[in-house]
């Protein structure tokens, strides 16, 4: 919205800094972090009062996880505010592609904040079903899928973007749909599953979209495109300014969700975050870089699966506990430790992300 500032500009005036997409970033990311500590106290409050008990803790789940009982959970409705007050005041509302990412992010947002209503309300860690959950993040991934497609460059339309193999792209005709389903979904879920520790999830996910605001800066622009040898996809710059808030909301949020957590995120916002991640890397061709730069969510999901499949083949457990981070906790790690450790190899994971914008 502010953007439209510029109008009032004559080329060499304050009003001229609306028309940098660097400028506006910087606004959202202090606007998002200024929402996060106005609202976030009082959020809690609310929410504290409203659900009594708090989110249901599993009786089958570490012994130290007995004491957050009480605990509110619905924090990522702080995170989802500041993101969408953020990308509203700062971000241009004629690109398409600004829109598609808040859409998956608060279509996400809705099926978690269901989740987490019927989990709180009943007192049961079950929620809604999974079955109607992936069917609707489904539904949603679909749409957003069809939309990235409809908007991309008509030589983008429908093609996977090989990383570090300049100019390769692999045509994937209608088939691309289910698969930026997948990444959606997927990316949506792998983040639910990390959601596990105080302040585990969150930072992993600001250091993607950190990388991924850069990476869309980058493929925005003619020039920076051409130099690294990227494809381009005319107006994705436009995505920094989201990345932007939400790493600014996401500080707001951490600062309440620091060891020992005041608040949860709960599915709303975990959810919706990995569904953001998932929508971006759609939007800027990288979705084959989002399983690098996500990987520590990658590794979770994978855990969970690996566990399952051969627990009912076997009837016997690869971790003394799925996802892996509650393997750790088992084993006698502080949960500080885990999430620390966590948070260094998501870091790790990005500057290796970022590595193959160069490495062509």
Same mark, same amino acid.
């Given at each position: 919205?502010?953007?439209?500032?510029?109008?009032?500009?004559?080329?060499?005036?304050?009003?001229?800094?609306?028309?940098?997409?660097?400028?506006?970033?910087?606004?959202?990311?202090?606007?998002?972090?200024?929402?996060?500590?106005?609202?976030?106290?009082?959020?809690?409050?609310?929410?504290?009062?409203?659900?009594?008990?708090?989110?249901?803790?599993?009786?089958?789940?570490?012994?130290?996880?007995?004491?957050?009982?009480?605990?509110?959970?619905?924090?990522?409705?702080?995170?989802?505010?500041?993101?969408?007050?953020?990308?509203?005041?700062?971000?241009?509302?004629?690109?398409?592609?600004?829109?598609?990412?808040?859409?998956?992010?608060?279509?996400?947002?809705?099926?978690?904040?269901?989740?987490?209503?019927?989990?709180?309300?009943?007192?049961?860690?079950?929620?809604?079903?999974?079955?109607?959950?992936?069917?609707?993040?489904?539904?949603?991934?679909?749409?957003?899928?069809?939309?990235?497609?409809?908007?991309?460059?008509?030589?983008?339309?429908?093609?996977?973007?090989?990383?570090?193999?300049?100019? /390769? #792209?692999?045509?994937?005709?209608? *088939? +691309?749909?289910?698969? =930026?389903?997948? !990444? $959606?979904?997927?990316? &949506?879920?792998?983040?639910?599953?990390?959601?596990?520790?105080?302040?585990?999830?969150?930072?992993?996910?600001?250091?993607?979209?950190?990388?991924?605001?850069?990476?869309?800066?980058?493929?925005?622009?003619?020039?920076?495109?051409?130099?690294?040898?990227?494809?381009?996809?005319?107006?994705?710059?436009?995505?920094?300014?989201?990345?932007?808030?939400?790493?600014?909301?996401?500080?707001?949020?951490?600062?309440?969700?620091?060891?020992?957590?005041?608040?949860?995120?709960?599915?709303?916002?975990?959810?919706?975050?990995?569904?953001?991640?998932?929508?971006?890397?759609?939007?800027?061709?990288?979705?084959? /870089? #989002?399983?690098?730069?996500?990987? *520590? +969510?990658?590794?979770? =999901?994978?855990? !969970? $699966?690996?566990?399952? &499949?051969?627990?009912?083949?076997?009837?016997?457990?690869?971790?003394?506990?799925?996802?892996?981070?509650?393997?750790?906790?088992?084993?006698?790690?502080?949960?500080?430790?885990?999430?620390?450790?966590?948070?260094?190899?998501?870091?790790?994971?990005?500057?290796?992300?970022?590595?193959?914008?160069?490495?062509?």
């Amino acid at each position: 919205m502010l953007y439209w500032l510029t109008a009032l500009s004559d080329g060499g005036d304050f009003f001229n800094l609306f028309r940098y997409i660097t400028f506006r970033a910087g606004g959202a990311f202090l606007t998002a972090l200024t929402f996060g500590f106005i609202f976030g106290k009082p959020l809690i409050n609310v929410l504290r009062r409203k659900q009594g008990k708090g989110q249901p803790i599993r009786d089958d789940g570490p012994e130290g996880h007995f004491v957050k009982a009480g605990t509110p959970t619905m924090g990522g409705l702080l995170i989802v505010g500041a993101l969408l007050t953020s990308s509203l005041l700062w971000a241009r509302w004629d690109n398409p592609y600004i829109w598609m990412v808040l859409f998956v992010t608060l279509a996400y947002a809705v099926i978690g904040f269901a989740d987490d209503y019927a989990k709180v309300s009943k007192q049961n860690t079950k929620g809604v079903s999974g079955r109607v959950r992936l069917g609707l993040g489904f539904a949603i991934a679909a749409v957003a899928g069809m939309w990235a497609s409809f908007v991309h460059p008509d030589d983008l339309t429908f093609q996977l973007a090989v990383p570090v193999f300049k100019d /390769v #792209l692999f045509n994937m005709s209608y *088939l +691309f749909i289910p698969f =930026a389903m997948i !990444v $959606i979904v997927g990316a &949506a879920n792998a983040v639910n599953l990390t959601d596990g520790l105080d302040g585990l999830a969150i930072m992993p996910v600001m250091i993607a979209a950190g990388t991924f605001g850069i990476i869309a800066y980058f493929v925005g622009r003619v020039d920076f495109s051409a130099s690294l040898g990227l494809h381009y996809v005319p107006d994705s710059g436009e995505i920094l300014i989201f990345a932007a808030g939400l790493i600014g909301g996401g500080l707001g949020f951490l600062w309440y969700n620091a060891p020992p957590a005041a608040v949860f995120m709960g599915d709303t916002g975990s959810l919706a975050l990995g569904g953001a991640l998932g929508a971006i890397a759609v939007a800027t061709k990288h979705e084959i /870089v #989002l399983a690098v730069v996500g990987g *520590l +969510f990658v590794v979770e =999901a994978l855990s !969970v $699966i690996i566990q399952v &499949a051969y627990f009912k083949m076997t009837g016997k457990r690869v971790f003394l506990m799925a996802p892996i981070h509650h393997h750790y906790e088992k084993k006698g790690w502080a949960e500080s430790t885990i999430v620390i450790r966590f948070w260094i190899i998501s870091l790790i994971l990005a500057m290796i992300g970022l590595a193959t914008l160069k490495v062509r």
